[in-house]
């Protein structure tokens, strides 16, 4: 063995301590007892596999560290206490999916069935994230009735949000800067582009959130004639529904027809598992949703603009700049979340991004500025 295959093996370990602290912490905050079980059942299977890793680097004689979850582990941890198990799911399914194929390749039997293991964690909380429906087979009854959650992609959007706002302004106010020597003008401009911006974003997805509701609302009013004009159809779809999910048929029909009998819950049953619409939310909050993207786009463009309030000229645009980069670095940190790339890879890759397009439209604002002078 060589210092390769313990350093594999401790990659290995870090990535199950990790999983295995993340599912004890969902368990802890989910409030669904079923899923509650899930999530118990998930940290088990990523302990075991961290103990067989470290039974290996035992054999090897390796120095092995206290067990302790990487800081993206920890961010998530807290993310999952604050906002609750929905808003970091499809991040965990997405990591546990590349965790799968982490184990392509590696020759230890263990390695194939671990894969295997991480993918069919990864399929279970990508349906559980983004379905009301509830999980294949057998699972379906376990998961009768979750809510759909409205912030599946919520750490995503959050991200994304902050990133337009920095970048966008921030090539807005190194354009002025090349265009002007007026400290007030970038200033002006820059605070506009912030209002603009964030108005426009609110406005965008009050509408978006706000025609998705109404089409909710027509969806669920089309429904409810369908159950008292003709039950017997909706029955057979039920049926058809919890079959496509991996029950036998005789199963499948018990089960619609229980459905199909209460009558004060079976509009709220036929829009979760035919038309994946939570009665309740329907989408979310229009209002939320503004407040939020105007909230995420501010606190982005303000890294660009904020020095141009205590400082002028040169010293403005070179803090200006480092105070944006610091900020892209911190976005690109946060990516990392979604896409399991090494920190500095993803920070600076933002950087660059975020300083080529500023540099571009200073070079436009200069371009602009001389001809007008």
């Known amino acids: 063995m060589s210092k390769k295959d313990i350093e594999r093996y401790l990659n290995n370990r870090q990535k199950e301590v990790d999983g295995a602290a993340l599912y004890r912490v969902l368990a802890q905050t989910e409030a669904q007892p079923q899923m509650k079980v899930i999530y118990t059942r998930l940290a088990a299977s990523e ?28 961010v998530l941890i807290w993310l999952a206490k604050k906002f609750g198990p929905q808003f970091v799911l499809p991040t965990i399914a997405g990591n546990e999916n590349a965790d799968s194929r982490a184990y392509d390749g590696q020759p230890e039997a263990e390695a194939s069935k671990f894969a295997k293991d991480e993918k069919s964690h990864a ?30 992609n919520a750490l995503r959007a959050a991200v994304l949000g902050a990133n337009d706002g920095l970048v966008s302004i921030l090539s807005l106010a190194m354009g002025v800067a090349g265009a002007t020597n007026s400290n007030s003008d970038v200033l002006i401009a ?7 911006g964030a108005g426009s974003m609110a406005l965008g997805e009050w509408l978006s959130v706000q025609s998705s509701r109404e089409l909710y609302e ?48 079976i509009l709220d049953t036929l829009a979760r598992e035919e038309l994946g619409i939570d009665p309740e939310e329907l989408g979310g909050s229009a209002y939320e949703a503004a407040y939020t993207s105007f909230i995420l786009f501010a606190v982005g463009a303000i890294f660009p603009i904020f020095p141009y309030f205590f400082w002028t000229g040169a010293t403005a645009i070179y803090l200006s700049l480092a105070v944006s980069g610091v900020g892209l670095f911190i976005i690109g940190a946060g990516i990392t979340l979604m896409t399991g790339r090494g920190v500095l890879f993803s920070g600076t890759r933002q950087v660059l991004v975020g300083l080529i397009a500023a540099a571009l439209t200073f070079g436009v604002g200069r371009l602009i500025g001389v001809s007008l002078a």
Do not use: C, F
């Open 47 to 74: 302990e075991k596999h961290a103990v067989l890793w470290e039974k290996k680097l035992v054999e090897l004689k390796a120095n092995i560290l206290p067990r302790k979850p990487s800081w993206r582990a920890r």
């Open 123 to 152: 399929r279970l909380l990508s349906l559980a994230s983004k379905s009301s429906a509830g999980l294949p087979g057998a699972s379906v009854a376990q998961l009768e009735g979750r809510h759909r959650a409205g912030g599946g």
């Open 190 to 196: 820059g605070m506009a582009g912030l209002l603009a």
């Open 218 to 265: 027509n969806q669920l009013k089309i429904e409810a004639e369908e159950i008292a004009e003709s039950p017997e159809e909706e029955q057979e779809e039920l049926t058809l529904i919890y079959q496509s999910k991996g029950l036998p048929e005789v199963r499948a029909r018990e089960l619609a027809s229980h459905m199909m009998a209460d009558k004060g819950s």
